[in-house]
T-cell receptor, first 114, second 110 residues
Framework: DVKVTQSSRYLVKRTGEKVFLECVQDMDHENMFWYRQDPGLGLRLIYFSYDVKMKEKGDIPEGYSVSREKKERFSLILESASTNQTSMYLC?????????????FGAGTRLSVL | SQQGEEDPQALSIQEGENATMNCSYKTSINNLQWYRQNSGRGLVHLILIRSNEREKHSGRLRVTLDTSKKSSSLLITASRAADTASYFCAPGEYGNKLVFGAGTILRVKS
């Protein structure tokens, strides 16, 4: 079974802190994604990566950056956390097969910025 | 990328009844996927239907796709309390990104 592991289930940080959210997948997937989920807004794509050291902006990249130094790990970085970044963050991965781009999700990290 | 729009926003039914959720989208797709999310957890893939398919079954799930109307429906038959969750459709364009809508919240009462 595919496993996508997010490093923390719950995280509390202070405004202005630098925050790292880590995601690791064990299926050698090429593609990895970071979403945030807010009530009534569904999932919104922050960044995605289709290869090591490659990244592309999603729909809401402002205030975030990402790092993919190894194929299995995709990190989301909040350079200076703000209260409006309080949200549920979901990581996902998918294989490089265009006809069957099923995404496998981690359990999520609920981040509170105080 | 386009977003799927699920309808209704919320649905409450009794155990044993069928639940139907609908999804509409705007442009051409390669496939359409449905996912489930239990409260506070990540999404789990349920079923994928390709653009050249009209209907697909998986256990108690039945998905239809009408590309002429740009719509899809998910039917859960003989629902159980464990089916209580949010359900999302994700139209897949010719690429690897999916765009999820706000979902349908299904509550199955026992």
């Amino acid at each position: 079974d595919v496993k996508v592991t997010q490093s923390s289930r719950y995280l509390v940080k202070r405004t202005g802190e630098k925050v790292f959210l880590e995601c690791v997948q064990d299926m050698d997937h090429e593609n990895m994604f970071w979403y945030r989920q807010d009530p009534g807004l569904g999932l919104r794509l922050i960044y995605f990566s289709y290869d090591v050291k490659m990244k592309e902006k999603g729909d809401i990249p402002e205030g975030y950056s990402v790092s993919r130094e190894k194929k299995e790990r995709f990190s989301l970085i909040l350079e200076s956390a703000s209260t409006n970044q309080t949200s549920m963050y979901l990581c996902a991965s998918s294989p490089e097969r265009l006809a069957k781009n099923i995404q496998y999700f981690g359990a999520g990290t609920r981040l509170s910025v105080l | 990328s386009q977003q799927g729009e699920e309808d209704p926003q919320a649905l409450s039914i009794q155990e044993g009844e069928n639940a139907t959720m609908n999804c509409s989208y705007k442009t051409s797709i390669n496939n359409l996927q449905w996912y489930r999310q239990n409260s506070g957890r990540g999404l789990v893939h349920l079923i994928l239907i390709r653009s050249n398919e009209r209907e697909k079954h998986s256990g108690r799930l039945r998905v239809t796709l009408d590309t002429s109307k740009k719509s899809s429906s998910l039917l859960i038959t003989a629902s159980r309390a464990a089916d209580t969750a949010s359900y999302f459709c994700a139209p897949g364009e010719y690429g690897n990104k999916l765009v999820f809508g706000a979902g349908t919240i299904l509550r199955v009462k026992s």
